[in-house]
């Protein structure tokens, strides 16, 4: 039991270490200091739309009301069957520049969102493309903050300030920072580490990627050049997917967070919430082992602590108890720089085993339904 305990340590020794780098190099996209440009080019807010009623008219409205120059905003109704459409009509009443546009029929060697910014990219008249997800909302300032680091960098991408509001999401949603922020340090997205030798550089380099397809900009030409979304168009997690093909062709690219700058609510409710993470938890991982292997590391790190501690109590052991203890103040540590960071009540983080509970028993859903092939069904569409 204690080699375990060790073992726990250990490895929240690793990503507090992590956590603690990725506060100083994981900026906010708002607190870097500016870069000087020259010019102003025009950008393409690409804004791609199914059945988003709940949440279009806060997103397009901040797009069209940015401090910043020269934009257009371009939004894809895709098929929708709520009332997006109606919705979309009535802003674009009272904003004659906005363009929208009804999205073709879904190809069947296509995925849904891939294929929406796909013909969102095709009307762009931009010299940037910032795809944008119809359920994140922009600070006016936003694009002014984003443009000027295309002096450096050919591609940006921000992870919002996730708000959440009922009981599943503010247990299930920071923990998928908690991982990007614990488990990635933001600088090797941009370069391989540089302990790393060149052997393995090649063969891991894909390993430190990581991109949010909620704010994700783009030179045109660097999009194009990695064959842009019809590149990926087969992919459940196309962000992904284009960070590391914008890796593969040594394209630059740049992360930060959206704190104070960026909002996204990404699901409602505890059925969005788990239809949601079928659709994408698996496609996260490069191979079923990797999956099958983080499965037993959160098991052990997370979830086996607790069982010490209560082991400890009930049996009288005091070291099991300290030793126990000491790895959960840990982890609540991690969770509470978070919180602060982000703005999240402090109180799911002491609820941080239930959460990992969910998610081991999502990924044994998730392995059941590859099992048995079932499909699972986002927005109408089997994915």
Known sequence: MFYLLLFSLFFLIITSAVLVRNQLEFHALKQVRQIEITDQPLVSICIPARNEEMNIKKCVESA??????????????????????????????????????????KPKDWLGKPWACH????????????????????HKNALKQTVPFFSA???????????????????IVPMIYFALFTLLPAKYVERPPRWLPSFFKTRLEHKFVAACGQYFAFKRTAYDNIGGHEAVKDEVVEDMALAKLLKQNEIRLKMFHGADQIWCRMYRSHHDIWQGFQKNFYAGFG?????????????IVYLFPVYALFYGLFYGSFELILFATGILTLIFVQRLVLAAKFKWNIFYGLLHPISVIWFQVLALSIF????????TEWKGRQV
């Open 64 to 105: 069209l009301n940015q401090n910043y120059p020269y934009f257009e905003v371009l939004v894809l109704d895709d098929q929708s069957t709520d009332m997006t459409p109606e919705i979309l009509q009535m802003i674009e009443a009272e904003h004659v520049d906005l363009k929208i546009f009804k999205g073709a029929p």
């Open 119 to 138: 013909q969102l990219s095709k009307q762009a008249q931009g010299d940037f493309l910032l795809f944008l997800d119809a359920d994140v909302w922009l």
């Open 153 to 171: 960098f050919d591609a940006i991408t921000v992870w919002p300030e996730q708000v959440t509001e009922t009981f599943w999401e503010k247990m």
């Open 287 to 299: 191979s079923a082992f990797e999956f099958f292997f983080m499965w037993v590391l959160h098991l």
């Open 368 to 375: 059941w339904n590859k099992l048995t092939g079932k499909r």
